[in-house]
């Protein structure tokens, strides 16, 4: 899967990250518009609406609600399945690496996922975070340098799996 690291036109998900968001929006949709309705209609029973704390609370759920529908919508209407990397050649998004930080020596396993399912604790690294993009198209025994906070930090790609 050949990806341009500065592509910001799709979000990159994994099935199981896409079924996940296909579900919270089915969620807003049906139960949460339901909940919020019913909410909106207590609200107007209880009169003068200008001075109605309730009834603007509601309205500000529903605003957040359709915010989330609409972001929900937008990206899974750009989203591009994350396949198990294939080749193990180069890292692509799909890839799980080991890397060898080379100041310390340490040895790390990440896997390259979309900014929408990354968890650094859980060592899942977005494509679009400085790691991501600078592991992206490196070959197995290639340094690559990282980019951070206390400075330029060089890994050694130990393997691609």
Same mark, same amino acid.
């Given at each position: 899967?050949?990806?341009?690291?500065?592509?910001?036109?799709?979000?990159?998900?994994?099935?199981?990250?896409?079924?996940?968001?296909?579900?919270?929006?089915?969620?807003?949709?049906?139960?949460? #518009?339901?909940?919020?309705?019913?909410?909106?209609?207590?609200?107007?029973?209880?009169?003068?609406?200008?001075? !109605?704390?309730?009834?603007?609370?509601?309205?500000?759920?529903?605003? !957040?609600?359709?915010?989330?529908?609409?972001?929900?919508?937008?990206?899974?209407?750009?989203?591009?399945?994350?396949?198990?990397?294939?080749?193990?050649?180069?890292?692509?998004?799909?890839?799980?690496?080991?890397?060898?930080? !080379?100041?310390?020596?340490?040895?790390?396993?990440?896997?390259?996922?979309?900014?929408?399912?990354?968890?650094?604790?859980?060592? #899942?690294?977005?494509?679009?975070?400085?790691?991501?993009?600078?592991?992206?198209?490196?070959?197995?025994?290639?340094?690559?340098?990282?980019?951070?906070?206390?400075?330029?930090?060089?890994?050694?790609?130990?393997?691609?799996?």
């Amino acid at each position: 899967m050949e990806i341009q690291k500065e592509d910001n036109d799709f979000e990159y998900l994994s099935q199981e990250g896409f079924q996940r968001l296909k579900r919270e929006l089915e969620l807003l949709r049906t139960e949460k #518009r339901q909940e919020i309705a019913k909410r909106l209609e207590y609200a107007k029973s209880l009169g003068d609406l200008s001075e !109605n704390s309730e009834y603007a609370e509601a309205k500000t759920m529903q605003e !957040n609600n359709e915010a989330r529908i609409a972001e929900l919508e937008d990206k899974l209407s750009r989203t591009v399945l994350i396949q198990k990397a294939v080749s193990t050649s180069d890292v692509a998004i799909g890839s799980t690496i080991m890397v060898k930080r !080379n100041d310390t020596g340490q040895v790390h396993e990440y896997a390259v996922v979309g900014s929408e399912e990354a968890d650094p604790i859980s060592r #899942r690294i977005s494509n679009e975070s400085p790691m991501g993009r600078a592991f992206l198209g490196a070959k197995k025994g290639q340094i690559v340098k990282v980019s951070a906070p206390g400075g330029i930090v060089d890994y050694t790609i130990v393997d691609i799996v």
